[in-house]
């Protein structure tokens, strides 16, 4: 048996990456950072016209249905390129819940929408990763009340999926809402403190009926940041290797010196492995969907110390370059650094892991 990429899998994500080095250079993203733009138009349009926000919507609603190891090769390849573009949260979240928890009409009327890149969500699952003490998310007669940080992607969009501690999902207009810019180290991303005040909220009616469907849209978004990790762990191993073969000191190419080798030879024997890792985790979401929150957790928290490892090598590597801004690599170091805190820490996904194994 064949466990590994198919051809049309290869060519997916091939075709995602050749599109991303030609419209999303470090120039381009330099641009976005320095205007405080977190979704660049063009390259949504040009990601839209290659069907990836409707990787895993039905074909129905104009979607290609193709699954959640697909998406997972895209997000590697949006990591890799450290794309400006909402992927996680109104790609592969969003449509999740929509899809299995949503009612006909509002299934009817978001999903299409996705597909075309008409709309954005914010994700705000504050509630369901960490219990407030103050404050918390509550509803009441059709409105929401509280507060939600750290909302993802919560900045440019136009709506946004709320969960509760009880594990409903709602979904409540962005210009509803009271939103106040977070200071984040990835600059390429958004997040959010959203305050609710009576909040008019439509609710995901899926959810009221099985909790556990939040609890497997969390999983799907930890296997998403997991493989945007690998992304951009791979790019700055690339990054390494090709610097290592230029840079000279005393006459020689630092690349061969042994401890400059060792330090390139951890990193892809660290990091390779963890290809295996995710594409598991993302195959078992409609294969093997009983293994997939812990597999899922283990992705999340395996790629977030490998990728902080690859990340401080391969600044050690470049040097003193490796802090500046003409070679960028600091954009993929902090890329890799928030996305160790979204959906859950190590710590926390790793004591989940644990729960969920009777430990």
Known sequence: MDFA???????LQSTVSDYLAANCTLDRVRDCVKDFQTT??????????????GVVIPEEFGGTELGYLEAALIAEALGGSIAPFPFIGTSVIA???ITHAGSDEQRASLLPKITTGEIQFGIAFTESIGRRVTNPTQANDGRLSGEQTFVIDGSDCELILISTEGGEVFVVESPAVEREELKSIDRTRSLTRVKLDNTPCEVLPGTVDDPTLLSHALDIGRIMIAADTLGAAQTMLDKSVEYAGERKQFNRVIGSFQAVKHMCAEMAAELEPCRSLVWYAAHSVLAIPSETHLVACHAKAHLAEVGQFVARKSTEVHGGMGFTDLLGLHYWFKRIGLNRQLLGTPDQVREEAAQAQGW
């Not at 990429?5 to 060519?11: K, T």
């Not at 949504?44 to 069907?51: I, K």
């Open 95 to 97: 449509p999740y819940l």
């Open 40 to 53: 660049d138009p063009n390259l949504t349009e040009g990601l839209v016209a290659l069907g990836v926000p």
């Open 5 to 11: 990429l198919s051809e049309e899998q290869q060519f």
